[in-house]
């Protein structure tokens, strides 16, 4: 059914979400999600046809020329600025793609039950695991884990967002949280297999290679699909920049579409810009070898002297 207010649009109920997003499968088409920063990149990406919206902290970062991974740093509220990308920018623009809202599982300062009634009511229509610990490793990911911010957090969200009925389209980085997310309820499982490559902030020597990621994925869709077979499997990350690699990524694996947010958001606007500016700068200009300044003078017509006014 339609936004019972408006007639159309945001929010959709989870079972909308998941008919949508089957009803692109059966037309043969992958289903493409993107992370938008900002509204415009919002209204354009839909106008693109992507099935899916989601905002992200790391995207106000990313649009503001940093690097995503700002976006599990300290360096605001995830939660808030999530939620104020999406009530002011992307929700007032887009017209009829599902928007989802990255929520922050393992905030330690919010009730994570009272968070999602305000994505909810504010018009999402479904959240994903973001920023999310999944993607940490080593001895900081043992921190997190043994100091109450684990992974196991964002489990639990996936969980409360299902019993309130949002779409759920999460994160993970290894078959064992797939599995995990899959049990919680999760609608669709992005394969993340590490920031991805080029562009001006894009890593080099931390990407994988793009066979090392086939393997990556198709063990977390696996072990996923054991769990549930209806159960959506995306890719996104690392080597996986571009609509070749992805494509690459989708013959050799049993996903059925991409997450593009640098690839496809930041790397969008840089080569963009990049090429219409260069356009600009070489427009013919015919009067400008006349449009030269003309020589100071001393207040008497002749030319003043240098180092005098």
Known sequence: MPNPWTGKGNPYTRREVIDRLRATLERGEPIIAAGAGTGISAKFIEKGGADLIIIYNSGRFRMSGHGSTCGLMSYGDANAIAMEIGEHEVLPVVDEVPVICGVHATDPR????????QVKAMGFSGVNNFPTHAIVDGQFRQVLEETGMSVRKEFEMVAL???MELF???Y??????????AKAGADAIIAHVGTTVGGSIGVTGAACTLDEAVRRTQAIV???RRVRRDIFCLSHGGPIGTPAD????NQHTDCVGFV?????????VEQSLVEITRRFKAIPAPA????????ATDGRGKPAQKGKR
């Open 110 to 117: 919010r009730r994570m039950w009272h968070w999602l009634l």
């Open 161 to 163: 967002a299902r019993k």
């Open 168 to 170: 759920s389209i999460v």
């Open 172 to 181: 993970v980085a290894t078959p064992e949280e797939s599995a995990e997310m």
């Open 222 to 224: 696996e072990s996923a």
């Open 246 to 249: 992805a494509a690459y990524v």
């Open 260 to 268: 593009g947010a640098s690839s496809l958001e930041r790397i969008g």
């Open 288 to 295: 400008a070898p006349r449009a030269r300044p003309a020589r």
